[in-house]
């Protein structure tokens, strides 16, 4: 419930770091290229930066707006702001959401990991793409390996959650998250002055708009809610950690900005890869892991430069998981009064079971399917594509709806203290635009205007 002594976060920068970090993770550099590959490049991209201006900021703000104001969970505040209704499923739905992103996610952060090892024990060295290919297969397929290190993230994970260790993270995210910034700039480097780059340059930045279909639009609908963390109550969570004098809408502006540009370093880095090296944009999941190799293989100290990348990718990945783990951990220790410890071992076996599942869905269980797709991408199109996006709609309908104007206004202007020009434009777009986007892409997904 709302808790006025609750924690804050320690400085400014401390905000946008920890924002930051849960937006910025594996989503923009592991998630987006492969659904640019899967869902026709450019015309992908485009959407994509619609979504992200027209749904993902205003959410945001609004998020932060009901998080700071009821200063609770993400079920919680709810509760608080509209008591003995039943517009907390909202919550749970988020904290839900979190969980099972949780499981699948901790299997590629594990993934992660294994390509550290590779990198320091040398193997990633003298292998040509087909073999980068057919390695990542026998890895990611096989029972054991993808396990452990998934077993290894989450309690590294855990450790932070339990131990409250996010300051050392947060003091080591302001040297790590610059550091990413300038290796992906490198990378995209070195990836444009590769052989035959036009092709992949054309691919990401040249739109065929007859490839924007129903579910292109769902996909990048999807991107936007899962690259920026909303509609599940991550961001309320955080938010309700914010001190009174943040500036909900330039931390906001911030947050996009930044991990929009991380996506679109993560493009250019790997499509004129893929192009050259000959790889297919479609393959999926797989495709940073594969194309990555192959980069490095072009640099001097290959291994070395593929060590540093993916330590830093892991890290991103940690701040990530840190903030999908505290919204259920948080969830549950302040709704079921359990100890913050006892919370946080529910959650982290949990993950570890659904992990599991999702890790040996691509291999021995890759014949289980749901709707044609393996269990890991199931998970992956119900939270990003459905959980997410309905969380977003209902949040909106929720503030336009509930929340008095004024109130709003109020807090997202630190009562009055900083300007918010574009104030009505805003609520307009949360009470009538982004509810009735939402839900025209849903239907058009299902086929109702076909
Ligand atoms: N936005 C994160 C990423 O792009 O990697 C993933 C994520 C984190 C989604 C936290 C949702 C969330 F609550």
Redesign the pocket.
Known sequence: MANKERVTFGSKLGVILATVG???????????PYMVGENGGAAFLLVFIICTILLGLPIMITEFFIGRHSRSNAAGAFKVLAPGTKWSLIGYN?VL??FL?LGF?SVVSGWTLEYIWQAMTGSLEGKTAAEFTEDFHAFSSSIFRPIFWMIVFVVLTHVIIVFGVEKGIERASKIMMPALFLILILLCVRSVTLPNVSEGLNFFFKPDFGKITSSVVLSAMGQT??????G????ITYASYFGKETNLQTTAIEVTVL?TLVALLAGVMVFPAVFSFGIEPTVGPELVFITLPNIFEQLPFGSLWSFVFFILLAL??LT??I??HE?STAYIHEEYHMSRNKAAWIVSIGVILIGAICSLSFGVLKEFTIGGLIIFDALDFLTAKIM?PLGGMMICIFVGTRIEKKVLKEELTNKGSIPFYFFNTYAFFIKYLAPVAIGVIFLNELGIFK
């Open positions: 849960c937006a910025v993770g594996l989503g923009s550099i592991w998630r987006f988020g959401a979190a992103i996610y809610f899962f690259s920026l963390s909303i599940m109550g991550c961001l991990n991103a990945a990530s998981t903030s999908l919204v997410m």
